[in-house]
């Protein structure tokens, strides 16, 4: 990962806790939001596809909101703590397929084709399986998460996720007592995703958890943000958001979810072993080579902060890691 300057943000443009959107941010919101939902598959091509689906009378499925559905919220929202600013998170992203610049994938992203998307089940299970991902957002209620965001750059955020946890969704993929590991894997199309074209990382971006950090109720499937289905730059339709571990674990734009026996290698380990673990838990007493991991710098806040061991969660985490030495498993 590329060393960026984080973007300066006055504190006074930070949402006060609890509200999201202030008068300025909601201004700024709405009229990305527009820009988004003109531009947008999800919110343009939905409507066609629904309008498909309504037309195939036999089809009594419940139709997909416009806007998802939270069914539940406030489970694990830190407390003291306000909300990046909409704008910054998704404008300030990384998305690697796009671009290695944090501020293209907003842009670059802006027509990529979200619908249809299936998500794929394979390996150690007792039967694979494919998702429709509008049958997966019927199928599971969503829950509004806020969590802490932690990049291994430095910089960190405060964002409501909307999704299910991924938890849930592995009952349904009865894995067999072999499945150890889960592995992610993100869409190849270089078509629409330029730097696929490029060396930058090995293609497709691939992501792994152990099977209990991936049964964790914290590890979320997420669908959404900020009340929205999530724009294509933070990683439409469907992204794994682990928060107790670097940013780049959480992989986007998942195609495939694979049941495995021995650790996956992921895109980052491959690009440079020396710099990147599997397990890449936040933990202040492990640098990267190249960057501390002793503070952070909260997006919209002056300063630094202190960073905090597994990002805040060590009540909830800790007893994942007990007895493992975190300075050699990074
Ligand atoms: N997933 C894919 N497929 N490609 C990427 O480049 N970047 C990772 C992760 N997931 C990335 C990805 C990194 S480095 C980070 S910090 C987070 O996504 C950023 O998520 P955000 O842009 O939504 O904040």
Not at 42 to 69: G, N
Not at 220 to 233: F, I, S, T, W
Not at 253 to 269: L, T
Request: aromatic residues 14%; charged residues 25%.
């Amino acid at each position: 990962m590329l060393a960026k300057k984080a973007p300066g943000i006055k504190s006074s443009e930070v949402t006060p806790r609890k509200l999201y959107l202030n008068r300025r941010e909601f201004i700024a919101g709405s009229a990305a939001r527009a820009a988004y939902a003109a531009t947008n598959p999800l919110f343009s091509r939905s409507l066609v596809i629904e309008r498909q689906d309504a037309s195939a009378a036999a089809s009594a499925a419940p139709q997909v909101p416009q806007k998802p559905a939270v069914a539940k919220r406030g489970e694990f929202t830190p407390p003291d703590e306000r909300n990046t600013p909409y704008a910054d998170a998704t404008g300030y992203t990384n998305f690697y397929e796009f671009s290695t610049a944090k501020r293209d994938p907003a842009v670059l992203a802006r027509n990529f084709r979200t619908r249809p998307w299936v998500l794929s089940v394979e390996g150690l299970v007792k039967a694979p399986r494919s998702f429709a991902i509008d049958d997966l957002i019927r199928l599971f209620p969503l829950e509004e998460r806020i969590y802490r965001w932690r990049c291994v750059e430095g910089w960190s955020m405060v964002i409501p996720w909307i999704g299910f946890p991924l938890a849930e969704f592995i009952k349904k993929c009865e894995p067999s007592p072999s499945a150890k590991f889960v592995e992610f894997t993100t869409l190849f199309d270089p078509e629409q995703m330029p730097f696929q074209k490029t060396k930058v990382l090995e293609w497709p971006y691939l992501e792994g958890l152990r099977l209990d950090e991936a049964m964790h109720p914290l590890t979320l499937l997420a669908v959404g943000m900020y009340e929205e289905y999530l724009p294509p730059q933070n990683g439409a339709p469907i992204r794994l958001v682990v928060p107790w571990k670097y940013g780049f674990k959480s992989i986007k734009s998942i195609v495939r979810i694979r049941f495995i026996e021995k650790m996956p290698k992921s895109a980052w380990m491959k690009a440079r072993p020396e710099e990147y673990g599997f397990y890449a838990n936040v933990n202040p007493f492990v640098s990267h080579p190249r960057w501390s991991q002793a503070t952070e710098r909260r997006i919209g806040e002056d300063g630094k902060r202190k960073t905090v061991v597994f990002n805040g969660y060590e009540a909830e985490v800790g007893s994942l890691y007990s007895g493992m030495n975190l300075k050699r498993y990074y």
